[in-house]
């Protein structure tokens, strides 16, 4: 029987899941490349190309998206296809990640023995364990060390010190003798035992490419691309997504309050003040038609012939004089303190992809300008609204005392 010894164990960090909040299009999907071996229920981040998984690396360093990562869970489904299949058709993915443990195993093969596990190319600078056979030096590892098994879906990252080339290393994996494997292992043994640790959201875009990296064993992902969309949820592949509540007293925040609160870390009382700078330019639009309405209603009451249409028509003029050469009102100091705020906040140059995806800060920028033209409408249609009111009531004094002076009735004295 040859001779295994385990060489060292590292330390296992706290924090070796984590969560990810991505965000795409139908489109476009999120370009990550993933393997799913539906006899082991394991998925795998094989590839991480241009799109979310970047953007979300570049913006959280201790958390990186990268190959041999294991997706534990997918929107709350955690079996191997229903997550496959929910990132095919999501446009928001709040993914659970698993960070493999990495050992290193020393291995003494015996001559005309076997190695006794089934290797496919992870990718150009790695191996694959597709399968565990029977008989071999590592069966008999496994023996040896229970609880550190080697695997279906450990990855080989070194042999004999040769890494980085998957040709050299199945070249030192021929050999007899000695082995130095350097593995990272997803086996049920290095399992974190502790509670989810660090969390993280980021909005993001871009599509995935497939790989089929394994003939046989493997259920590989297709050559159909995940796909997404924005926050509002749609029905792809024949599967209703789940949707954020639209009703804001149902769970207490609203549908945009909540991606507020998940895009990019958006802190609350940001999120907070802008919704109400929303709320606050829907009041005004509603105030301006209800005084419009009343008005109308107003108007109605003359029994001159032909005075409701004037008055009406007067309205809409002052309303399109105020829109043509009405000037902006000045900020209150709060409002002026917001606008600085976003503006420090959002960068100089924002990047406009293909899809159009901005930055938070700049979808931030964006929402608070929108609010602010909202109120400056508010402000002009009530200033218009008031001089066609000021208008009409001149405009009835005149027929009032043309009226008198044409019959003869006595003026009313006010």
Request: a negative charge; glycine letters at 8%.
């Amino acid at each position: 029987m040859p001779f295994l010894k385990r060489v060292f164990q590292p330390k296992t960090p706290a924090d070796r899941e984590f969560q990810a909040t991505l965000y795409t299009r139908l489109e476009t999907g999120y370009n990550i490349a993933v393997n799913c071996n539906g006899a082991t229920g394991l998925v795998v981040v094989v590839q991480v190309d241009k799109g979310p998984g970047t953007k979300w690396n570049t913006i959280y360093p201790d958390r990186q998206i990268e190959p041999n990562l294991r997706i534990l869970q997918v929107n709350g489904l955690s079996d191997c296809f229903e997550m496959v299949d929910e990132l095919r058709a999501s446009s928001e993915a709040v993914i659970r990640f698993r960070r493999p443990v990495k050992k290193r195993l020393l291995v003494i093969r015996e001559p005309r023995s076997k190695l006794g596990v089934t290797l496919l190319d992870f990718d150009a600078s790695s191996v694959w364990v597709d399968q565990v056979l029977d008989l071999g030096a590592v069966p008999e590892w496994n023996e040896q060390n229970p609880l550190e098994k080697v695997t279906t879906g450990t990855r080989i990252v070194e042999v004999n010190g040769v890494s980085g080339n998957v040709h050299r290393m199945y070249e030192q994996l021929r050999k007899e003798g000695v082995l130095e494997l350097v593995v990272e292992s997803h086996g049920p043994e290095t399992a974190n035992r502790k509670a989810l640790g660090s969390l993280g959201t980021g909005r993001l875009k871009c599509g995935i490419p497939d790989l089929t990296l394994a003939k046989q064993g493997w259920g590989c992902v297709d050559s159909e691309a995940f796909t997404g969309t924005s926050i509002a949820t749609p029905e792809t592949h024949g599967r209703s997504r789940k949707s954020f509540s639209p009703s804001p007293d149902a769970f207490g925040d609203s549908e945009l309050e909540l991606s507020l609160e998940l895009v990019n870390h958006v802190p609350p009382h940001i999120a907070d003040r802008l919704m109400d700078r929303l709320r606050s330019a829907e009041a005004a639009r509603q105030f301006v038609e209800n005084q419009c309405e009343a008005g109308s209603t107003l108007s109605s009451n003359f029994s001159v012939p032909g005075l409701p249409w004037l008055l009406i028509s007067m309205v809409f003029l002052a309303q399109a004089t105020a829109f043509l050469h009405g000037a902006a009102p000045m900020m209150t100091p709060a409002q002026q303190t917001l606008v600085n705020h976003l503006e420090a906040a959002s960068p100089a140059e924002v990047e406009v992809t293909g899809d159009l995806n901005f930055t938070c800060e700049a979808f931030l920028w964006e929402a608070e300008r929108e609010a602010m033209e909202l109120q400056r409408r508010h402000q002009q249609l009530q200033a218009a609204f008031s001089g066609a009111l000021e208008a009409a009531s001149n405009w009835v004094g005149f027929l009032q005392k043309a009226t008198q002076r044409r019959y003869g009735m006595p003026e009313v004295l006010r």
